[in-house]
T-cell receptor, first 115, second 117 residues
Framework: DTGVSQDPRHKITKRGQNVTFRCDPI?????LYWYRQTLGQGPEFLTY????????KSRLLSDRFSAERPKGSFSTLEIQRTEQGDSAMYLC?????????????FGPGTRLTVT | AQTVTQSQPEMSVQEAETVTLSCTYD???????LFWYKQPPSRQMILVIR??????QNATENRFSVNFQKAAKSFSLKISDSQLGDTAMYFC??????????????FGKGTKLSVKP
């Protein structure tokens, strides 16, 4: 069990550029969640997948954001035309739906800075 | 919509002492779960303790215990024998349970706990 991994850990980009983040969940986990955490705040839910199906999206997920989990394993989160307000820590978590535990295991996050 | 409120932005405690972190939540749901997560500086978030709303007995995990008051919608975390490694942000979180499924977590703003030697 190598835990949830995220890549890159840090990303600095200029306003207007597109960025893509990757999350690799714990291998047997069928659910994958994306959260955003800004300074001094708790994480806020963005979206989640069960296997390859995106089951729920938050209103926070504007049209510039898109997430995929094409084969039900890793997931990508893309932000198009980044804005300074997108600067945040993007957290990924995974869980095993249908198991006895519903605990979400978090990755280390990707810190995005938009200049 | 569910909300989670942590009214203590920062707290400090002496090593080996006991500290209690407060959390209240608002929901009209009857079936849900509550969690405390710990986020150490520059490290990833880990689960400290969880409580199922249908269980009356308060959860305990070693030095960590909760006081779950369902009617009052209160869910406090007690840390006994505080250790320097307990220094972290602590987040209270709510998860709705519906039809046997679980959804996303709703977090409070967090309490920054500092354990002093």
């Amino acid at each position: 069990d190598t835990g949830v991994s995220q890549d890159p850990r840090h990303k600095i980009t200029k306003r207007g550029q597109n960025v893509t983040f990757r999350c690799d969940p714990i291998s047997e986990h069928n659910r994958l969640y994306w959260y955003r955490q800004t300074l001094g705040q708790g994480p806020e839910f963005l979206t989640y997948f069960q296997n390859e199906a995106q089951l729920e999206k938050s209103r926070l997920l504007s049209d510039r954001f898109s997430a995929e989990r094409p084969k039900g394993s890793f997931s990508t989160l893309e932000i198009q035309r980044t804005e300074q307000g997108d600067s945040a820590m993007y957290l990924c978590a995974s869980s095993l739906f249908g198991g006895s535990s519903y605990e979400q295991y978090f990755g280390p996050g990707t810190r995005l800075t938009v200049t | 919509a569910q909300t989670v409120t942590q009214s203590q932005p920062e707290m400090s405690v002496q090593e080996a002492e006991t500290v209690t972190l407060s959390c209240t939540y608002d929901t009209s749901e009857n079936n849900y779960y509550l969690f405390w997560y710990k986020q150490p500086p520059s490290r990833q978030m880990i689960l400290v303790i969880r409580q199922e709303a249908y269980k009356q007995q308060n959860a305990t995990e070693n030095r960590f215990s909760v006081n779950f008051q369902k009617a009052a919608k209160s869910f406090s975390l007690k840390i006994s024998d505080s250790q320097l490694g307990d220094t972290a942000m602590y987040f209270c979180a709510f998860m709705k349970e519906y039809g046997g499924s679980q959804g996303n977590l709703i977090f409070g703003k967090g309490t920054k706990l500092s354990v002093k030697p």
